[in-house]
């Protein structure tokens, strides 16, 4: 179980989201400048009611507001994609 995902995951559920995935890529930046203090690199994927009517821009900071502190402690890159449920298609699942 990886920590961090974990609680980026927990984090996100103030979304409500439909569906969140999240891939912790931080083994690919082993000795990247920016990775030496320890915190991670992550791509995520959330599909979520609330990204209805959202710029991309207002959608990202909703995630970066979820995630608060996780942003300065354990993150230090973050891919983030955002859809609504109509936007992911009828086969999105948890």
């Known amino acids: 179980m990886n920590v961090r995902v974990e609680q980026i995951r927990e984090r996100l559920q103030s979304?409500?989201?439909v569906c969140v995935e999240i891939e912790d890529d931080s083994h690919?930046?082993?000795?990247h400048?920016?990775?030496r203090d320890g915190r991670?690199?992550?791509r995520v994927r959330i599909v979520a009611d609330c990204f209805a009517d959202e710029?991309?821009?207002s959608r990202?900071?909703?995630v970066y507001q979820a995630l608060g502190s996780l942003m300065q402690s354990e993150i230090h890159a973050l891919s983030i994609s955002?859809?609504?449920p109509a936007e992911a298609g009828p086969?999105?699942?948890n």
Do not use: C, N, Y
């Not at 690919?28 to 000795?31: I, M, Q, W």
């Open 60 to 62: 990202h900071r909703m």
């Open 91 to 93: 086969d999105e699942d």
């Open 33 to 35: 400048p920016g990775a």
């Open 40 to 42: 991670g690199h992550f």
């Open 28 to 31: 690919l930046h082993e000795g």
């Open 55 to 57: 710029s991309k821009l």
């Open 15 to 17: 979304l409500h989201p």
């Open 82 to 84: 955002t859809l609504t």
